[in-house]
């Protein structure tokens, strides 16, 4: 027990660190290009924020809440999305006082008690934007070029985008009462949990994740047959200005996402081999969820990508992401007398900015050689007795096994020299 982590929650080793820096930085650049700024949020919010943020009625809040009282008798939820948390603070930090829209990411752990499997967990990571403060269906078109975008750039294959209109509370009236009518002759065969969802949330029943509510709901109307004029007007216009700016994209008119706070605008995007696994990312309008908890009658819009299932994706498809260098010098000390020269000189080398490495267990040269060679050390500096002696390295580059005994007073910036030529001769290679 002391030794295994609990289910559905992973460690990230440091083998594997580097890809969701890589990912990070990159999603960290092009929200700055697409006018986002980051807004951290807390990890653990008030349950009742998610309760009326989500709605009772989703599956979030049904079932997987990860909810505990703290030792002031005070009920707090581990967040399970961010959404709910950045309109809270959007609204407890009066945000809607600046320039509107505005325009926030975030990255970070969210936790669902989901049934685990692969790219499903109990602790998992998003990265996920909020528009707030606009309801023209441009700021629509942004969020779905920002979703394609960022799979597009990462030269995934099959990235398709889902996109379906959810309409609006007026629009919902006449579609719930229709939906209701179809599902009324099943409705003792649903689920318990959607069967009463049939009076409170009857659109939830086609989220339902029971194979055999899938297939009851299945022949079932569309909202997208009841939308109203303005929720019409406001999807026609939403795909006229993709296709206008060439991101590609599929209505689905069966898409109706699992948390309760959408209107109009909804979207997922999938880039499995055959296009059918489940979504990496999803999203969409949320026009009455600032409102409802409690700030100006604002909307907003805005999706998340889950990371795990992102970098899995890009691992099926073999995407070669960059690895950055680990390591540009080793200092290899040979013997106890070179203990002290090796910690001075792997200082003076941090310090003028480069990454070293070293050994601390006097292995002999061939070991420690061996060791450059694991973290792709570009230099070794290597200090024995002679060197001692003469306050002299040896100066080898690995590259073309090239030899140079130099001063240690010289070690620094002519280990600086060498690395710029290597680099140079890379970039020009
Ligand atoms: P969501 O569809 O619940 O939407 O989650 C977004 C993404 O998070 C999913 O597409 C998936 O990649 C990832 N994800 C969700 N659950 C898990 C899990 N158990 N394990 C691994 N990955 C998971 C939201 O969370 C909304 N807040 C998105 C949004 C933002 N809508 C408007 N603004």
């Known amino acids: 027990m002391l030794t295994t982590k609990p ?27 697409f006018g986002f700024q980051e807004l951290r949020i807390p990890i653990f919010e008030h349950t009742e924020l998610f309760q009326r943020g989500i709605g009772d009625t989703s599956d979030v809040v049904e079932k997987e809440m990860y909810t505990f009282t703290d ?81 597009h750039g990462l030269g995934l294959e099959n990235v398709l985008v889902h996109l379906n209109s959810v309409g609006c509370p007026v629009c919902r009236k006449a579609y719930r009462a229709a939906l209701q009518d179809h599902l009324m002759p099943a409705l003792h065969d649903l689920c318990e949990t959607c069967q009463t969802r049939f009076d409170r949330n009857p659109m939830r029943i086609l989220d339902c994740k029971s194979k055999h509510c899938h297939e009851l709901v299945q022949g079932a109307p569309s909202i997208n047959q009841y939308l109203c004029e303005d929720c019409q007007n406001h999807f026609d216009q939403v795909k006229k200005i993709l296709e206008a700016m060439g991101i590609p994209y599929a209505v ?19 880039a499995g081999k055959e296009g059918a696994q489940s979504a990496i990312c999803g999203g969409g309008r949320y026009d009455n969820l600032i409102e409802e908890i ?8 805005g999706f998340a990508l889950g990371m795990e299932r992102l970098l899995l994706t890009l691992e099926q498809q073999g995407s070669q992401l960059q690895k950055p260098d680990f390591c540009d010098v080793f200092v290899a000390g040979l013997g106890g007398n070179a203990e002290i020269l090796t910690s001075q000189l792997c200082h003076s080398l941090r310090l003028s900015g480069l990454r070293v490495q070293r050994d601390y267990q006097g292995k002999g040269l061939k070991a420690q050689m061996k060791a450059a060679d694991r973290v792709a050390a570009k230099i070794v500096l290597i200090i024995g007795d002679d060197e001692i002696a003469r306050q002299a390295v040896i100066c080898r580059q690995m590259a073309n096994g090239e030899q140079t005994t130099i001063s240690v007073n010289d070690a620094v910036s002519y280990v600086q020299q060498k690395l710029s030529a290597i680099k140079v001769e890379g970039d020009i290679k």
């Not at 969701?20 to 999603?27: A, R, T």
């Not at 945000?95 to 975030?106: H, V």
């Not at 707030?132 to 078109?141: F, L, V």
Request: aromatic share 14%; no cysteine; glycine share 12%.
């Open 252 to 270: 689905d008119q069966n898409l109706v996402r699992g948390l309760d706070y959408y209107t109009r605008t909804a979207f997922e995007i999938t």
């Open 7 to 33: 289910r559905g929650v992973n460690d990230i080793l440091p083998d594997e660190v580097w890809k969701w820096h890589y990912v990070e930085n990159y999603l960290r650049d092009l929200a700055g290009r």
């Open 71 to 151: 030792r002031g008798d005070r009920s707090l939820t581990l967040r399970p999305e961010g959404t709910a948390g950045v309109a809270r603070s959007f609204v407890e930090n009066k945000l809607y006082s600046g320039t509107l829209p505005g325009k926030y990411y975030y990255v970070g752990p969210m936790f669902r008690y989901d049934r685990p499997q692969a790219g499903r967990y109990r602790q998992f990571n998003q990265f996920g934007i909020e528009t707030i403060g606009g309801h023209e269906p441009a700021i629509d078109s942004e969020a779905v070029a920002f979703a394609y975008e960022i799979f």
């Open 294 to 301: 409690g700030g100006p009658a604002l909307p907003g819009i």
